[in-house]
């Protein structure tokens, strides 16, 4: 050892030693690391020395340390020699690739982690790597020992008896060193759906218990499902679930850990049960889920295992808030469904508070051995159908080229989304031909990102973002109103409007879920959802309305179609913004998208339309939302056969239906009155007991029926109140169908240029009036006319229609 080295191990030593002061080492651990770092000669020499500053305060530990030295020393030839080979393993991790001795233990976990240096300089990361990669470290040569010596077993069978019981001794004395079969017993690490090694407060309660670590994941789908009709895990969530699963896999290994799966073919209690016996598991941990009959499998189980004397933790971490704690105390019922009532009730009844994301570790300690799991394929969650003649239908082809399934490509969307992205998203959100929102959908559904480190870093981003980080509240109040009504997925909250008439036409809804309708725009976002499991917020608003307000199809099968479709289906939020659209909801759209003018806003030069329904793409921008209305030579030249390579419109009558959608809905409203607050005219929706107790400040909102517990007036659609007084008005006033906006950018852009054109018509106008004039003193005169001139007033341009604004400007928006 080097003059060099060998002051910057002392040095090391005796920062350790002030980590044992403050309680932050023990004693053992103290002394392996020594041992370690100062190697076997120079502890025997110097470590007396090393710990006499102990003598003043802390005198219990000097004592315990000394007992050790004189222990460890006082051994016999054998141990010598297991020592030795312990050591110079040690010496193997502590060396980098390259060959050249690690600096520090930061250092060591930098690698073992693979993240950068720069990374691991905060201390309690240092600290808590450290000790991480102390205890892998320990394990990992004790099992790398034990290998070497079994190969040596038929040899040396005296050496091996003698080896094996002066270990056992050693084992009872020195736990820190070499791992005690009789040491710690492992903790089952219960991966459900937070898939991520950052941020996870699972992981991190896992390494606190100072245990080995067994990460599983089981699969029960019946569990999963629930009692209604959910689909809670479709078709292509359980893709991203198998490669997230893979993917975890990988970073668990990349920490000498891996992944368990196992078919949980009886139930999740059972599997962990098994488990449990077969390792010797002393506790679970997971992180809770809040789908109530997950929930109650959870309570279940925890319940049972407690029962057998388990140890269960579990950790909030997928929502911000834990959504069964949120309380309307303070703040009452009024306007309850909207985020805004939510984000009051959240800032009244403020709960935990959110603390700061935790710093993945940098290595798991494993436990000496393995419980028997299954391939992961075996789960069937990427599972593909096969055609008659066996060949396997690959309907994942696009949603792989898609996405990065990953965690490093959940942060790599993030990072790039807050550097670039965030602006556009703050304006400009609603363009379906710009990625102008974070796509970060499926990462949070998954827990491959923890909402908490993303608001974090949505609140540090260079770009205010309030509108993105208002979405988090919506995510939060989601879950929020699933626990409260745990029928959210499958059953209308407004009473009447379970009676409401749908259409049953299959054609109709086939056509909607492949993307054949013959509107371009509904044509290409259901496109985009089938081959990539995902379209923006803006989009899924106008397929709704489309299927619930022109199609007049129930609600439900939209929420099926996207809960099987979606990458990023969770059902909280899907029946939530279903039921809302559905118009039975807590809350409801004021708004009904139209399938053409919708285009205004978010697909303005038809670039959408032409991504996902390419045998459009010869048409004009101005008619492309509309291929109907073009001539019958434009179809030809742009080679569109309506009815042919492109459909026909499934229904025609646009306004029709949607006054039909109208009526119905007074009608249901007139027919059940009881569900209609006479007082404001809005719909009484019945609200759990629970409610009406926290927010017993506002009691007087609350109507109380005989049968129908409690009912509470909840938004209801300016529109639907005034067709319901007055039914037969055609032209009600408060129409709810959105015309498409244009989005401020673009309304700047065209106030600029309306102003330029104003200077230039006023300019114009005045050089006409003056040539009039004198055109008519000429004549009065009986003088020669003058040369009029050639110049009009200038014309914009009129290629884009989309742009037009009252006062007749039309602009190309680039
Ligand atoms: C009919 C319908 C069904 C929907 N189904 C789902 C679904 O199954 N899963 C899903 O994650 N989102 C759903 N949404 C909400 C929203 O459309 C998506 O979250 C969003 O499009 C995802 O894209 P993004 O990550 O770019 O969103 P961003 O706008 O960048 O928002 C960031 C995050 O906030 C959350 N968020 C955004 N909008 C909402 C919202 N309205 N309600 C709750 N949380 C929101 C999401 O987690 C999202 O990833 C649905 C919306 C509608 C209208």
């Not at 600290?127 to 010596?149: D, G, P, S, Y």
Request: proline share 6%; net charge neutral.
């Amino acid at each position: 050892m080097s003059v060099r080295r060998d002051m910057k191990s002392m040095s090391q030593v005796r920062e350790l030693l002030r980590e044992l002061e403050s309680g932050r080492e023990d004693p053992d651990g103290f002394f392996g690391l020594c041992l370690s770092l100062l190697g076997d000669t120079d502890t025997r020499t110097h470590f007396l020395d090393v710990i006499k500053p102990l003598l003043s305060g802390h005198e219990h530990i000097h004592s315990q340390l000394t007992a050790i030295f004189l222990e460890y020393f006082s051994k016999d030839e054998a141990d010598e020699l297991e020592l030795a080979l312990t050591q110079s393993l040690y010496e193997t991790k502590l060396t980098k690739p390259d060959h050249q001795p690690y600096k520090s233990y930061a250092d060591l976990t930098a690698v073992t982690s693979g993240v950068d240096q720069s990374n691991v300089n905060d201390g309690a990361v240092v600290a808590e790597n450290q000790a991480v990669a102390r205890w892998t470290l320990n394990t990992e040569v004790h099992n790398t020992t034990c290998a070497i010596r079994n190969t040596n077993k038929d040899n040396d069978d005296l050496k091996v008896t003698k080896s094996t019981r002066s270990q056992r001794r050693r084992q009872r004395k020195k736990p820190h060193l070499l791992k005690n079969p009789s040491g710690p017993r492992p903790v089952l690490l219960w991966f459900r759906r937070d898939l991520r090694m950052w941020d996870n407060p699972a992981l991190i309660g896992c390494l606190e218990l100072g245990a080995p670590v067994i990460p599983v994941f089981l699969w029960n789908a019946v569990e999963e499902e629930g009692p209604g009709v959910t689909v809670a895990t479709g078709g292509a969530s359980k893709y991203w679930l198998h490669q997230a699963l893979v993917s975890l896999n990988r970073s668990l290994e990349q920490r000498r850990s891996h992944l368990v799966t196992l078919k949980a073919e009886a139930s999740s209690l059972t599997a962990l049960q098994g488990l449990i016996t077969e390792t010797g598991a002393a506790s679970v941990v997971a992180t809770a889920l809040y789908e109530p009959w997950l929930k109650e499998r959870d309570d279940s189980v925890w319940e049972k295992l407690e029962k057998q004397g388990v140890k269960c933790h579990i950790y909030h971490s997928y929502c911000l808030r834990d959504p069964y704690t949120v309380s309307t105390r303070g703040v009452g019922l009024r306007g309850i469904g909207s985020v805004s009532h939510f984000m009051s009730c959240c800032q009244q009844n403020p709960g935990s508070g959110l603390t700061s994301p935790l710093d993945a570790p940098a290595a798991l300690p494993a436990p000496s051995a393995w419980p028997q799991g299954c391939p992961l394929v075996d789960l069937g969650l990427a599972r593909m159908p096969r055609r008659k003649d066996g060949t396997e239908i690959d309907w994942a082809v696009n949603i792989r080229k898609s996405w990065d399934f990953s965690e490093e490509g959940a942060q790599a969307h993030l990072e790039a989304f807050l550097r670039d992205g965030v602006y556009r998203y703050e304006k400009e959100s609603s363009r379906a031909d710009e990625p102008n929102t974070s796509s970060l959908s499926p990462y949070l559904h998954f827990g491959q990102l923890s909402a908490r480190s993303l608001l974090r870093d949505a609140r540090g981003a260079r770009c205010r973002s309030p509108k993105f980080q208002r979405k988090l509240a919506w995510r939060d109040l989601a879950y929020w109103q699933l626990c409260l009504f745990p029928d959210l997925p499958w059953e209308s909250l407004r009473p009447p409007y379970k009676a409401l008439r749908w259409s049953s036409d299959r054609v109709h809804l086939k056509a909607w879920q492949r993307g054949y309708t013959g509107y371009p725009l509904v044509d290409a976002a259901m496109r985009q959802l089938w081959q990539t499991g995902w379209m923006n917020n803006y989009m899924r608003h106008v397929v709704a309305s489309f299927l619930i307000s022109y199609l007049h199809i129930a609600w439900q099968e939209g929420y099926r179609w996207f809960q099987d479709t979606l990458v990023d289906a969770d059902v909280a939020i899907d029946a939530m913004m279903w039921q809302n659209g559905g118009m039975c909801g807590l809350d409801h759209w004021n708004f009904v998208m139209h399938p053409v003018d919708a285009a205004l806003t978010c697909d303005p030069y038809g670039t959408y339309v032409r991504q996902w329904c390419p045998e459009l793409k010869a048409l004009p921008n101005d008619l492309i939302h509309k291929p109907w209305k073009c001539p019958a030579s434009m179809l030809r030249r742009a080679g569109v056969v309506l009815g042919g390579n492109y459909p026909e419109r499934i229904v025609v009558d646009l306004e029709e239906r949607r006054a039909q959608s109208l009526q119905d809905v007074a009608s249901v409203r007139r027919r059940f009155r009881e569900f209609v607050d006479q007082r404001s005219g809005c719909d009484l929706v019945p609200v759990p007991a629970r409610l009406v107790q926290e927010a017993l400040g506002s009691m007087e909102d609350v109507v109380s029926r005989e049968g129908t517990g409690f009912l509470l007036p909840v938004i209801t659609r300016m529109e639907f109140k005034h067709q319901s007084e007055d039914p037969d008005r055609q032209d009600n006033p408060y129409s709810a169908v959105l015309k498409g906006y244009v989005s401020r950018k673009r309304d700047e852009t065209i106030a600029f240029l309306n102003e330029r054109d104003f200077t230039a018509s006023v300019m114009c106008e005045n050089t006409q009036r003056r040539e009039r004039l004198e055109r008519d003193w000429c004549l009065l005169e009986g003088l020669p006319q003058p040369i009029v001139s050639r110049g009009r007033a200038r014309r914009t341009p009129t290629r884009d229609p989309y742009s037009k604004v009252p006062g007749g400007v039309a602009v190309p928006h680039r």
